[in-house]
């Protein structure tokens, strides 16, 4: 623990970026993917396919289920720059890493993903429906219909679509890890949309898994808290970076490394008996679920 405890940024400047979902390589500090400890073997051989991959949580998630084993295909929008980086990481724990540049909140693309996942590796053993995306505003009056429809479409339906064409290509055992949030349980006003698309993953996970337990694919979701990852930058200003994460319990955002064992334990047989459930890595907020 000393060692990761010592990588921890002890202070986070003032940034933002004018794209979302943002660039993790244009990030001060660089958010700590990796702990730099060994896996134990609890994915060998598995085949992970995670949206968002590229970076933030997606990205310590890609690495940590390479080091357990895992070989993982990466969904990403544009961010090729951190892509390319994931993957380096992936391959240097002897995996192998596919890239796919595609905009997840269109039916057909993630179609596509599955497709050309199932081409390469013949199956899927992990889906994560990780990628989102988010837009601040104070009053509902600003949210147009256009971004609740593409903020819904990049993070939630996409959740339909993939789970909907991956589930015919994975065995008993298999796992889905949707990806939610602490604002789905205790909201945030700046960020309605996006809350609200949150809460809608959690009933999504809580159905789902429900629907495929006869098949003994399990279904299960992690509710991060505030976490540094390149969708703050790009969707706060400077200031509010600056102080990102402090009103939390511990103080401080999360990194996305101290999130990515939530999904290892998800992924593997520890969590064999557990389906239809949330994790919530948020830094002791209380929340009621």
Known sequence: MATLEKKIP?????QEQSK???IEAEMT????????KPGLGRLQDKVAVITGG???IGRAVAISFAKEGANVVIAYLDEHEDAKKTADEIRKYGKEALLIATDISVEKNCEDIVKQSVDKFKRIDILVNNAA???EQNKIEDISAEQVQKTFATNIFSQFYLTRF?????QKGSVVINTASVTAFKGNPALMDYSSTKGAIIAFTRSLSQSLVERGIRVNAVAPGPVWTPLIPASFDAEKVDTFGENIPMGRPAQPVEISGCYVFLA??????ITGQTLHPNGGSIVNT
């Open 166 to 170: 991956a589930v015919p290509h994975m």
């Open 20 to 22: 979302q979902p943002g």
């Open 29 to 36: 500090p660089e958010p700590v993917y990796d702990n730099g």
């Open 133 to 135: 995306i988010q837009f």
């Open 10 to 14: 002890k202070d986070i400047p003032p």
């Open 268 to 273: 593997s047989e520890e969590s064999a008996f």
């Open 54 to 56: 590229d970076s933030g």
